[in-house]
């Protein structure tokens, strides 16, 4: 039996949330915060960070802004589902579609740590590792949850000759952000949809494009 557009996408979307979460909360029981993995080099580590911001660990500012930002997140998600099961019904390409899904995977992944993240787990401290279903409560209340971040890419990593201009003798790291899977799925999703799709939004109406 063939699965029909919207099957493919939710099987698309429910698969790689669960490696995002899998991977999430094996980092979250197994290695403590600022703990570091080798996995070609230097080049490329597992390094275990938590933020309360936005992708790739910026800020949204003190306890008010994090609120904000959850909600935010949980009201863009519900967007962006009304809006997929709109293309899926105007019959929009398939390129699309994923593209557009990537970026729900991101948001929703990011979201449950928010939302679940501070009830299920023990705070992460530079010497313990967090355990699951503490006996004396998570480390935050519903909604407040930490973003767990792991993939690391200090490609450049030297420090600089003492004749360089203003930074010269200072440590030089290339790319310094840490992000997760789910920041990777809004990244691809957003620079695909930028260089693929763009005649496909341009258009008057989807089936322009189709």
């Given at each position: 039996m063939q699965l029909s557009k919207g099957k493919k996408i939710t099987i698309l979307i429910v698969a790689i949330l669960l490696i995002d979460q899998i991977v999430k909360i094996w980092i979250k029981t197994h290695m403590t915060l600022g703990e570091s993995i080798p996995v070609f080099g230097n080049w490329f580590q597992i390094y275990f960070i938590e933020n309360n911001g936005?992708?790739?660990g910026m800020q949204f500012g003190g306890t008010m802004g994090k609120l904000v930002l959850s909600l935010f997140r949980i009201a863009l998600a519900g967007f962006?589902?009304?809006y997929i099961n709109k293309l899926i019904k105007s019959g929009a390409p398939a390129g699309v579609l994923v593209g557009v899904s990537l970026i729900l995977v991101g948001a929703?992944?990011?979201i449950f740590d928010s939302l679940f993240y501070g009830l299920l787990f023990s705070e992460s401290t530079f010497t313990e590792v967090a355990t699951t279903l503490p006996a004396g409560g998570g480390y935050a209340?519903?909604?407040?949850g930490r973003v767990v971040d792991m993939l690391y890419f200090p490609?450049?990593?030297?420090?600089l000759p003492d004749w360089f201009p203003v930074?010269?003798?200072e440590k030089f790291v290339f790319f310094r952000p840490i992000f997760n899977i789910a920041d990777s799925c809004i990244t691809i999703g957003v620079i695909y949809?930028?260089?693929?799709?763009?005649?496909?939004?341009?258009?008057?109406?989807p089936s322009a494009s189709a």
């Open positions: 936005m992708a790739f962006i589902v009304y929703i992944g990011n209340p519903f909604l407040f490609i450049i990593d030297t420090t930074w010269g003798g949809m930028m260089l693929f799709e763009r005649k496909f939004f341009t258009s008057t109406s």
